[in-house]
């Protein structure tokens, strides 16, 4: 049986996959159009609209665990002044459109928390405790797709700085190296690490939003 925690986790991540990764894919798709590519806009992807973006494994998965990933936005770097640079652009606009989604989730936190403070309600609680778990798994998404291997957007990133020859290599083996990626996956190797990380972007997004604390109480006090 689920627990209301539980039922408060998935509801998370039913915000996630409904409302944020539109956002990433958008994100995807409005920065390679700003640097001159045409691809996102013929293929409908400049907008907000979760059934043009959602992948439906990608996203039980991310129901499921936390992570997952959207329908990717197809990017023509040929369209580009500086193809990997412009890549690698496109590709950091979706974990950084995350990342913002995380720290408002955590602004929504703070607030709701200092109303819970003064006014002792079940909905408050439940409504913090909803907003926390929106922040952290916008955060794991970020760190899961800036990890370096195909198809995620760190491995775009990371093309900036290698080299052709090394591209065609990580295009050679890019099979076996996803086995291997989805074998770490699924074998939860990396939840202790993406954790920390996870953790440690938390306390930065803490420590930026330290205004609203101050705020919060001027109004409610």
């Known amino acids: 049986m689920l627990d209301t925690g539980d ?3 998935y509801g998370a991540r039913l915000m996630v996959i409904f409302m944020v990764i539109p956002l990433h894919e958008f994100a995807h798709a409005w920065s390679a159009t700003k640097m001159g590519d045409v691809t996102p806009r013929m293929q ?12 439906p494994i990608g996203a039980l998965l991310i129901f499921l665990s936390g992570f997952g990933w959207g329908r990717p936005v197809q990017v023509n770097p040929n369209y580009f002044k500086k193809p990997r640079k412009g890549m690698a652009l496109s590709a950091a606009a979706g ?3 995350n990342v913002i989604a995380a720290l408002i989730g955590v602004i929504i936190y703070k607030v709701i928390r200092h109303i819970y403070e ?8 439940w409504l913090s405790v909803l907003f926390y778990y929106f922040a952290t798994i916008n955060l794991g998404l970020a760190l899961f797709n800036l990890i370096p291997v195909p198809p995620l957007d760190g491995s775009k990133i990371i093309g900036y700085f290698t080299s052709y020859k090394f591209d065609r290599k990580i295009e050679q ?3 076996y190296i996803m086995i291997g990626f989805a074998v770490l996956v699924f074998s939860g190797l990396l939840n202790k690490p993406l954790g920390y990380m996870n953790y440690g972007l938390m306390w930065v997004l803490d420590k930026l939003t330290f205004w609203v604390d101050p705020i919060m109480r001027a109004i409610l006090n």
């Not at 409908?44 to 992948?55: G, M, Q, T």
């Not at 003064?118 to 609680?125: E, F, K, M, P, Q």
């Open 7 to 9: 039922i408060l986790k």
């Open 173 to 175: 083996y890019g099979l």
């Open 118 to 125: 003064v006014n002792l309600t079940d909905v408050a609680y």
């Open 44 to 55: 409908n992807r400049l907008n907000l609209n979760p059934f043009n973006h959602i992948d």
């Open 95 to 97: 974990p950084i459109a």
